[in-house]
């Protein structure tokens, strides 16, 4: 009998779920909606009833392995609940996990979302041919996730890898984490957003719309990018030299202006790295794009049943 797991990347208003195969294929996959208005029940609901819909359709000929859930926030894995989570406060402190596994029966683990992209893209994306990367999410904030021989890199209590929040401007833009010059805040699209405000290059542009005034040639766009590039480049500079892994993968739709950050980023890691200056180190695009999450997600029971029969 194949086995078969289903992941799902719960969002702030949206929940993705597939049935992936035990070596990697997406075999069926749903999209739905997620009612954050209505407290936690509502959002257990709405998972269960769309990974019982994937069991459905895999129908009784296969054996469903486990469910792994990836979840925006920080994660307490002994607890199984998630804390500090901007885009679902109804699941703070709430069991999560075990609530889901009580109705369906059925093993769930749950991650913090970006720790299951990267997690994804070791699996069967940019990282396959190593067992150590990094990977930054970038998007209107910044997550990241730490693959350690294979696995995600958790901490004491599963909160590792938040690299959004690691410190780039020592006196920089206030954080809803409490810091001040967080990546997020000097590198995301967002911060994109910020900057092209304070250089009144428009009304409430986007950070598509900053993208194409660099397309075009303006240089203050291409300058917000730059800076963006740099605190980039401060960040994956300072893990290149705790890690000394082999692989550093961004993903998300910035990926697009990558010629317009990219040369800044390498450049403040050629100066901040003596690791990068000797060492064949890669900094890359991620492969897997919004699919990362649900695959790294699937991936989370089939390996802790690996564990458990090692
Ligand atoms: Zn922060």
Redesign the pocket.
Known sequence: MPDYAIGVDLGGTNLKAATVSADGNMLDRLNAQTDITQGPERIINDIVASIEALRDRAGSGQRLTGVGIGVPGFIRLAEGYVVGSHNLPPLNEYPVRDAIEQRLGTPVILENDANAAALGEKWIGAGRDVDDLVLLTLGTGIGGGIISHGRVLHGAVGMAG?L??LTVVPNGNP?????VG????HASATAVESMANLLALGDNLTSKDVYDLAVAGDERARRIFASMGEALGIAIAMLINVFNYPLYLMSGGALAAWEFFYPALEAEVRKRSFTYRNTETRIDKAILGNEAGLFGAAYLPFQAQRSTHE
């Open positions: 938040e959004g929040h954080c809803g984490c409490g810091n967080c990546l997020e805040k």
